[in-house]
T-cell receptor
């Protein structure tokens, strides 16, 4: 079945460091791919999305490119801030389905 | 504020009891989804409703049930509660019944603790 694999956390970085959180997927169709962020005590918020191969999603300095050849959707940010500390979830949905498949989440901690 | 309202925020109850979690979707959204988030299982899709009708079922236990009312709010009923039901329960909403490329809007969740 469809699945999403994320790198294990926690990831601890200093402020202004470069961030990469790896995400790979397995899907029988042509999925849409998403990154969600969950701040402490809150629900998930859509961070960015890409709906077809080679699309780049971007928001708040975060970027991810839909790579069909490597079935990946890695999240990157050039310079993280303390306020980026949160749990990041990679997810997919395939056309005709009614649910997301979420990865297990990666906790990011940014130190001042 | 995401626009999706969940009540209560916290709930503590004993094993064997029954609880009801409530969700009001974002204005204009017709589809409601329920997810369970636990430490060992991650985010698990439970069930989806669209405009009052059940559209999809995921890993929802028979002890759990849900419905969506004419005003589009939804309730998730959990009965014969067990310790393992302790989790964060999220509601999400979207305009269309499928996720498409639009994404969901999530509420802030109800934290259920079964003691």
């Amino acid at each position: 079945g469809d699945s999403v694999t994320q790198m294990e956390g926690p990831v601890t970085l200093s402020e202004e460091a470069f961030l990469t959180i790896n995400c790979t997927y397995t899907a029988t169709g042509y999925p849409s791919l998403f990154w969600y962020v969950q701040y402490p005590g809150e629900g998930l918020q859509l961070l960015l999305k890409a709906t077809k191969a080679d699309d780049k999603g971007s928001n708040k300095g975060f970027e991810a490119t839909y790579r069909k050849e490597t079935t990946s959707f890695h999240l990157e940010k050039g310079s993280v801030q303390v306020s980026d500390s949160a749990v990041y979830f990679c997810a997919l949905s395939t056309s005709g389905t009614y649910k997301y498949i979420f990865g297990t989440g990666t906790r990011l901690k940014v130190l001042a | 504020d995401s626009g999706v309202t969940q009540t209560p925020k916290h709930l503590i109850t004993a094993t064997g009891q029954r609880v009801t979690l409530r969700c009001s979707p974002r204005s204009g959204d017709l589809s409601v989804y329920w997810y369970q988030q636990s430490l060992d299982q991650g985010l698990q899709f439970l069930i989806q409703y669209y405009n009052g009708e059940e559209r999809a079922k995921g890993n929802i236990l028979e002890r759990f049930s849900a419905q969506q009312f004419p005003d589009l709010h939804s309730e998730l009923n959990l009965s014969s509660l067990e310790l393992g039901d302790s989790a964060l329960y999220f509601c999400a909403s979207s305009v269309s019944p499928g996720t498409g490329g639009d994404g969901y809007t999530f509420g802030s969740g109800t934290r259920l603790t079964v003691v």
